[in-house]
């Protein structure tokens, strides 16, 4: 099991990080994402809007599985390529000081037929720097 885990304070009101990191236009940040957004079929904002992100050699289609605006959000990656067995990934918004803490965990596995461990340790790479990319332009953004 693969569990990736970032943090980051971010100067800035928890709606407004929420709001922020809940657009799923904003998973652009990460360098290697090329285009993320809604699905065509997808409800609004909130449990069961489903988003998709293209990135370079890779895919997600994802839905939004519990939404309590400003504390957290979580969502279950339903389809993607390479294939992920999601675990689900979770994003809590505290406050803390001036601004708010936030606190990403996301657990997966990669079956072995499609390259299991070793695609882990490449994916766990490209997605924990995706991860603090995004969360860094949250905070550029927001703080200014």
């Known amino acids: 099991m693969v569990e990736i ?3 980051r304070t971010i100067g800035a009101p928890a709606e407004r990080v929420f709001d922020w990191l ?17 699905a065509k079929d997808s409800p609004g904002p909130g449990a069961g809007a489903v988003r998709e992100l293209i990135a370079v050699g890779t895919w997600f289609r994802e839905e939004i599985s519990a939404y309590d605006r400003p ?11 390479p294939p992920f067995n999601h675990e689900g990934g979770t ?17 997966y596995t990669h079956p072995a037929w499609a390259g299991g461990k070793l695609l882990e340790a490449v994916s766990y ?14 905070a550029r953004e927001l703080e200014s």
């Open 5 to 7: 885990h970032v943090e």
């Open 125 to 138: 790479r490209l997605l924990r720097s995706g991860f603090l990319a995004i969360l860094e332009a949250c």
């Open 91 to 107: 994003l809590t918004f505290t406050a803390s000081g001036d601004g708010t803490h936030v606190d990403w965990v996301s657990n």
């Open 22 to 38: 809940a657009d799923p236009a904003n998973l652009t940040a990460a360098p290697l994402a090329l285009k993320a957004g809604y």
């Open 71 to 81: 504390r957290s959000y979580s969502y279950l990656i339903l389809r993607s390529f």
